[in-house]
């Protein structure tokens, strides 16, 4: 019988959207023109979800972390570490993770926050994975993916309040000698894009201030346009070297999860790839771009679902703002 390394096999997940439904129509009433068209043909974005009045981002981190635990059979006394992957934090400061460690009463966990844009989650992965494969004392890692964008948006800027939504997903990592877990990853980055997209405002380099406030500058900006053609050639790339590392055919990866902000880069990519585009799960259409969390959404909507096999090989592909990339591959 073969033996494996110990690693962190995936062995369940979770997640949460807010019940607010906010469709392609509430945009074409409120900036008076077609934009459910565009959308539709485009990026395959119906319906978005937002968070009301009330709601933060905390609470669809708990709903989550509870179902996945629940799923994984995982108490909370048995979680010795939680990352959480997010650009749109509870708080500048104290970590999200601290919030919902309280929450959740784990009181052996350790947590942080990581921040990659909307390639988080994928870094966390990969970050949650080195920790249980370097260090014994990791059992039970739990990663989530958390965005809370709507609070950023300016709702009549329809270059960005009709892509991005709110939303959550966890996953558990346990330690495992079976084979399955990380088998591959690369973090990359094209850092001088840092000044086309983002929010700028409520940092060091530019507190808020009235002035700031009035002025929207805390809102999430597309200072100009990233070109079109960077992620799909950068996702082929990334994701030939980690199969080409791990000495197998792409075709033989069953499960691709994208980030999630266009339907057209990811057929793009699957086809530069030769892969059978039914390999990838979607779900822009009814949540809309969830940022970190649309990856963790995508996989749950597999997994929960049991439509992943044991043994099955699989691809998270991530990117944002930054620019920041972060390739995973995994035997589930």
């Known amino acids: 019988m073969l ?4 690693n962190g096999a995936i062995i369940a997940s979770g997640m949460a959207v807010p019940d607010r439904i906010v469709p392609n129509s509430y945009f074409n009433e409120l900036l008076g023109e077609d934009v459910d068209t565009w959308l539709r043909n485009n990026v395959q974005i119906y319906n978005r979800r937002w968070l009301s009045d009330g709601e933060s981002m905390a609470d669809l981190i708990e709903t989550a ?3 996945a635990m629940e799923r994984g059979n995982i108490k909370a006394e048995e979680i010795d570490l939680l990352i959480i992957a997010t650009d749109t934090p509870e708080y500048v400061s104290p970590a999200t993770a601290s919030v919902i460690q309280d929450r959740l009463k784990l009181v052996n966990a350790g947590t942080f926050d990581l921040n990659a844009a909307c390639s988080g989650f994928v870094a966390a992965l990969d970050t949650a994975s080195k920790y249980i494969q370097a260090d014994s004392q990791y059992h039970n890692v739990m990663v989530v993916g958390a965005y809370a964008m709507s609070r950023y948006l300016d709702v009549k800027d ?3 309040a009709t892509l991005f939504a709110d ?6 990592l346990k330690a495992e000698t079976d084979g399955r877990g990380l088998l591959q990853s690369q973090l990359s980055a094209l850092g001088e894009y840092n000044s086309w997209m983002g929010i700028y405002a409520g940092g060091s380099a530019q507190p808020v201030t009235r002035e700031v406030l009035e002025a929207g500058g ?3 900006q ?3 346009k990233i070109p079109t053609e960077i992620n799909p050639a950068r996702w082929e790339q990334m994701i030939r070297t980690l199969c080409d590392r791990e000495g197998i055919n792409v075709k033989d990866v069953s499960h691709f999860f994208f980030t999630q902000i266009n ?3 990811i057929w793009q990519t699957l086809d530069a790839l030769e892969v059978p585009r039914e390999r990838a799960a979607t779900v822009m259409h009814e949540y809309g771009y969830t940022g970190s969390a649309a990856i963790p959404m995508a996989f749950d909507s597999r997994y929960s679902k049991q439509e992943i096999k044991r043994g099955e090989l699989a691809v998270f592909m991530g990117s944002g ?5 972060g390739a995973a591959l995994f035997r589930m």
């Open 3 to 6: 033996e494996f390394k110990r």
């Open 65 to 67: 972390c509870l179902q």
């Open 158 to 160: 329809k270059k960005t």
């Open 167 to 172: 939303g959550a997903a966890a996953v558990i």
């Open 218 to 220: 805390e809102k999430l």
């Open 222 to 224: 597309f200072v100009k």
């Open 263 to 265: 339907i057209n880069t």
């Open 321 to 325: 703002g930054g620019l920041a990339f």
